[in-house]
């Protein structure tokens, strides 16, 4: 089979697969695509049967006839989803259009991906069948754990909108009804005295957490990094070791440890619980960082007469920052939505946005709790973002990737 040609000016062209058989392969694969969906679908109206059924027909319908008459599959595609989402519309308003288009989008590639072998793009042209479905099997569990592990945040973010006191979705959110939404659980998070002083006593401490942790944390990877240290793998074991015991023993320790020199309840001992808890994530990423360092270019300031300090600030923190950054962020985050460790080393003085969190679900069962939980979210979210911008301009500076 032909995968690429070369037209009259000399541009490459890639053409579509060998087709597989129409009926003995295409039909029924998208057919059983088709099968799932429906049996979703029907559940939602106790009929997963007669969903699954009228799916199997669905597939091997759309399979059939896009790669039969429809050889454009961007308009292929647009006439499905559409057709798709009003069918959606018809059965669940505003909200099953919405269903019915996503549906509507997966499928129409799907047809397309099986009828015209792109499944086979991924693997070499002598792969088995074995292989080649193996490779796609791989690709799919893949698929399947990264949306099993985000669908909870996908789940919470709608509902932090719930006009109702739920926890689930109403029919008026099913529906995209404006009035099944509100931001009433936000402006319960922004004027409630709890909620404001369980967030302000978090500002107050992750940061002076991330403060010591990227301290000691940056300090420690650079005398482990360093080869005449003696003992340097179980010294690095034990600093790490934090992240690595389960947090209750952790959380118990220093609970007995810090109740008989009296810091069992006060802030600096919630700061220092944190800050050890944050040290590996520095310690882990600065030494990632040092991987790579030019030990030359210390020694080259030693030779001009520098003193170990000014080296350190001139020389080695600027190509080390980004690790710095990067830690400190893990710490940050560590100490944000840390509920563990405070609850046995905390008072009611110290109650962090997490404590609150877990009192809501406790003893209230208040749906701010969903608004809150977006809020991190999305914090989360921009600080892991500056995180792999810094690790990217990390490797840059290294001369690891292009720039």
């Excluded at 499905?80 to 288009?101: D, E, R």
């Excluded at 000691?216 to 690595?244: C, D, E, K, N, Y």
Aim: proline share 5%; charged share 10%.
């Amino acid at each position: 089979m032909t995968d690429a040609t070369v037209n009259d000016t000399g541009d490459e062209l890639i053409l579509d697969k060998g087709e597989p058989p129409m009926w003995g392969f295409t039909v029924p694969v998208v057919a059983v695509f088709g099968g799932f969906f429906g049996f979703l679908a029907g559940n939602t109206n106790d009929a997963g049967l007669m969903g699954f059924i009228l799916g199997l027909i669905y597939g091997g319908a759309l399979g059939f006839i896009l790669n039969s008459f429809v050889p454009n599959r961007t308009a292929g595609r647009w006439v499905v989803i559409g057709l798709t989402a009003v069918l959606g519309f018809v059965l669940g308003k505003w909200g099953g259009a919405a269903a019915g288009a996503i549906v509507g989008a997966v499928m129409s590639w799907v047809a397309y991906w099986i009828g015209r072998g792109h499944y086979r793009d991924g693997v070499p042209i002598y792969a088995t069948a074995g292989q080649t479905l193996w490779h796609n099997t791989y690709l799919f569990i893949c698929g399947f754990i990264f949306f099993f592990l985000i669908a909870p945040i996908l789940t919470i973010i709608p509902l932090s909108f719930n006009a109702e006191n739920f926890f689930t979705f109403t029919p008026e959110m099913l529906s995209l009804s404006p009035e099944g939404y509100s931001l009433k659980h936000y402006q319960d998070f922004f004027t409630n005295s709890d909620w404001q002083s369980a967030m302000w006593n978090s500002l107050k401490i992750a940061p002076m957490a991330t403060i010591l942790a990227v301290g000691f944390g940056t300090l420690a990877a650079i005398g482990l990094s360093q080869p005449h240290v003696p003992f340097r793998r179980a010294i690095m074991a034990i600093l790490i070791s934090p992240m690595i015991v389960p947090l209750i023993i952790s959380a118990a320790g220093m609970y007995f440890f810090y109740s008989r020199v009296n810091l069992q309840g006060t802030y600096l001992g919630v700061v220092l619980a944190h800050a050890a808890l944050g040290i590996p994530f520095v310690i882990i990423t600065v030494t990632a960082t040092l991987v790579g360092f030019d030990r030359s270019l210390t020694r080259a300031s030693a030779n001009l007469g520098a003193d170990p300090v000014t080296t350190f600030l001139r020389i080695q923190m600027p190509l080390i920052l980004p690790g710095v950054i990067s830690g400190g962020l893990f710490a940050f985050i560590t100490s944000f939505d840390e509920v563990v460790v405070v609850l046995f080393v905390g008072s009611a003085q110290q109650k962090t946005l997490p404590w609150q969190m877990f009192i809501g679900l406790r003893e209230q069962i208040s749906p701010t709790i969903l608004a809150v939980a977006t809020i991190l979210v999305v914090i989360s979210i921009a600080l892991l973002t500056t995180v792999e911008l810094l690790r990217r301009r990390s490797e840059r500076m290294r001369g690891l990737a292009p720039s």
